[in-house]
């Protein structure tokens, strides 16, 4: 939004009729996707990357990142068109969607396996919930430094939305993919060599006579 008011030399300043700058930061909702497609050696390639070495992908977790940094910010031109000031409005959208839990198809739904491998990946889904709640108040603390100052942003007409979008797009937005990519460290401490064994040995041998 942009109005134009006669800065000029009166004493109050139409600029303090903007509203505050603000910072405004949501949790996007978990939506939980099953996949029971592919198979253990399909799901050993997809998980190379992550897979300790030496053990099988009997299910996988993947969560898809999703951020989005934007601003509705209102703003004064003065009477000549040479001057603005703007208060921004910041909004984060951040998660993980989908988050699809991968389960090899060797081990059918309602099966003793099923249920012991779902359960096993469920942790990593609750792992990833856990991660952005973990950041949220410091996404919005750091967010909040920057942009909720108290005080209207003032420029060059024209030179204020761009200078915005610029400044979310290369300092902020990595900033945000680089806190929420963070959830790998606590997903890599679910995958021990003992909760390997326990899982492999679950269920009377059903899941190992895969292997056989």
């Known amino acids: ?41 399909a799901l050993n390639n997809l998980g190379a990357a992550v897979t300790r070495p030496g053990h099988q992908v009997l299910g996988l977790t993947r969560g898809t990142a999703s951020a989005s940094l934007g601003s509705q910010s209102p703003a004064l031109l003065d009477s000549r068109r040479r001057w603005e000031c703007a208060s921004p409005q910041i909004i984060l959208r951040y998660g993980f969607s989908p988050i699809t839990i991968y389960v090899a198809r060797e081990f059918p739904p309602g099966s003793c396996a099923h249920r012991e491998i779902y359960e096993h990946e469920m942790r990593h889904v609750k792992t990833y919930e856990d991660h952005l709640l973990a950041i949220e108040k410091e996404l919005g603390d750091t967010l ?36 929420i990519r963070a959830v790998e460290e606590a997903q890599a401490l679910i995958d021990t060599d003992e909760e390997y064994a326990r899982v492999a040995n679950a269920c009377d041998g059903e899941i190992k006579k895969v292997f056989r």
Do not use: H, I
């Not at 134009?4 to 909702?29: I, T, W, Y």
């Not at 005080?151 to 939305?161: C, N, Q, S, T, V």
């Not at 797009?169 to 993919?177: A, C, F, L, S, T």
């Open 1 to 41: 939004m942009l109005a134009a008011l006669a800065f000029g030399n009166c004493l109050a300043d139409p600029c303090d009729a903007l509203p505050k700058p603000s910072v405004k930061v949501e949790r996007l909702p978990t939506r939980l996707a099953l996949n029971n497609s592919y198979s253990v050696a």
């Open 144 to 179: 909040n430094a920057r942009f909720a100052t108290g005080a209207p942003w003032r420029g060059a007409a024209g030179e204020l939305a761009t200078r915005l979008q610029r400044e979310l797009d290369e300092r902020w937005m990595p900033y945000v993919q680089r806190q």
